[in-house]
T-cell receptor, first 113, second 114 residues
Framework: EAQVTQNPRYLITVTGKKLTVTCSQN?????MSWYRQDPGLGLRQIYY???????DKGDVPEGYKVSRKEKRNFPLILESPSPNQTSLYFC????????????FGSGTRLTVV | AQSVTQLDSHVSVSEGTPVLLRCNYS??????LFWYVQHPNKGLQLLLK??????LVKGINGFEAEFKKSETSFHLTKPSAHMSDAAEYFC????????????FGAGTRLAVHP
């Protein structure tokens, strides 16, 4: 089954403790992206990657890092999480043209206390 | 600036009655447009897409949407709501005509009552 897999689904952490949210896709997509979803704001892009070793900032990159060492994986790293990063995070991938839309993961609900 | 506006944050309908979720977009590019649905504790699922072909687009689960360039709208409709349609719905279009980023509306939460 074609899918984007994120882990963990739920995470509660403390301020300043580094964490990584993993994302993997099995569709051989070159493009991957991270979004955060906040009430009343819809989804906002954090980072995206056009291919291995090619990443770029989205609209809200502050406080996040990404890496793309393999085509299938695109982890999101929070080096020093803060409470304002409490959110629902989605990883997504798309095919070459993008006209078929994105495939999204099931989401990671992060709470930073 | 490009934007997507979903005109209702909450819509409530009775089971068996029509559904209308409204979306307006602002873009200087001839847009593609998407509707996604998010069920509780689930990811986003693509409902339907418009990509410059037919202006009336049919999607999954009986939903359809009509692209109206003169009104810059892409409203989502369904003739008869089902309890399982209760979810949050997002309208989106690609930024600057490309597909490196989707611009999302704030979402519309659909409640369906028996």
């Amino acid at each position: 089954e074609a899918q984007v897999t994120q882990n963990p689904r739920y995470l509660i952490t403390v301020t300043g403790k580094k964490l990584t949210v993993t994302c993997s896709q099995n569709m051989n997509h070159e493009y991957m992206s991270w979004y955060r979803q906040d009430p009343g704001l819809g989804l906002r892009q954090i980072y995206y990657s056009m291919n291995v070793e090619v990443t770029d900032k989205g609209d809200v990159p502050e406080g996040y890092k990404v890496s793309r060492k393999e085509k299938r994986n695109f982890p999101l790293i929070l080096e020093s999480p803060s409470p304002n990063q409490t959110s629902l995070y989605f990883c997504a991938s798309r095919g070459r043209t993008g006209r078929d839309g994105y495939t999204f993961g099931s989401g990671t609900r992060l709470t930073v206390v | 600036a490009q934007s997507v506006t979903q005109l209702d944050s909450h819509v409530s309908v009775s089971e068996g009655t029509p559904v209308l979720l409204r979306c307006n977009y602002s873009s200087s590019y001839s847009p593609s447009l998407f509707w996604y649905v998010q069920h509780p504790n689930k990811g986003l699922q693509l409902l339907l897409k418009y990509t410059s072909a037919a202006t009336l687009v049919k999607g999954i689960n009986g939903f359809e949407a009509e692209f109206k360039k003169s009104e810059t709208s892409f409203h989502l409709t369904k003739p008869s709501a089902h309890m399982s349609d209760a979810a949050e719905y997002f309208c989106a279009h690609p930024f600057s005509g490309g597909y490196n980023k989707l611009i999302f509306g704030a979402g519309t939460r659909l409640a369906v009552h028996p």
